[in-house]
């Protein structure tokens, strides 16, 4: 079993930045890609950037490409999502996830899920 505990969500002023971490306590943490997903009130779970279990691939979602960098420490079973240049459109409760496969899109392909960190940006 893998239990995925995110961190680092906060009220935040437009343009500024946060760095959202995701423990992951379980096995073979370096076998898994990892993702983070965000949800807006009233809609779906919507792909942010995923990366592979060695790091060596990752994947953005267009409008985060360039200001958002997702990594992950294999030596501390932590995956991370640095978010620059934030937007109003931000906003969001951010998810981590870890399943089989970094270029999965969707949320039920994922087989692991944490319980969200909320992500507020201001004017």
């Known amino acids: 079993q893998v239990l995925l505990v995110e961190s680092g969500g906060g009220p935040v002023q437009a343009g500024g930045s946060l760095r959202l971490s995701c423990i992951f306590d379980g096995r073979a943490f370096n076998t898994y890609a990892m993702a983070w997903f965000r949800q807006a009130p009233g809609k779906e779970h919507e792909f942010v950037a995923s990366?592979?279990?060695?790091?060596?691939?990752?994947k953005y979602l267009d409008s985060v490409e360039g200001r958002f960098v997702i990594s992950r420490d294999n030596t501390k079973s932590t995956a991370y999502l640095q978010m620059n240049s934030l937007r109003l459109e931000d906003t969001a409760i951010y998810y981590c996830?870890?399943?089989?496969?970094?270029?999965?899109?969707?949320?039920?392909?994922?087989?692991?899920g944490g319980q969200g960190t909320q992500v507020t940006v201001s004017p």
């Open positions: 996830a870890a399943g089989n496969g970094y270029r999965n899109l969707e949320w039920k392909q994922y087989r692991y």
């Open positions: 990366i592979r279990g060695n790091g060596s691939n990752t």
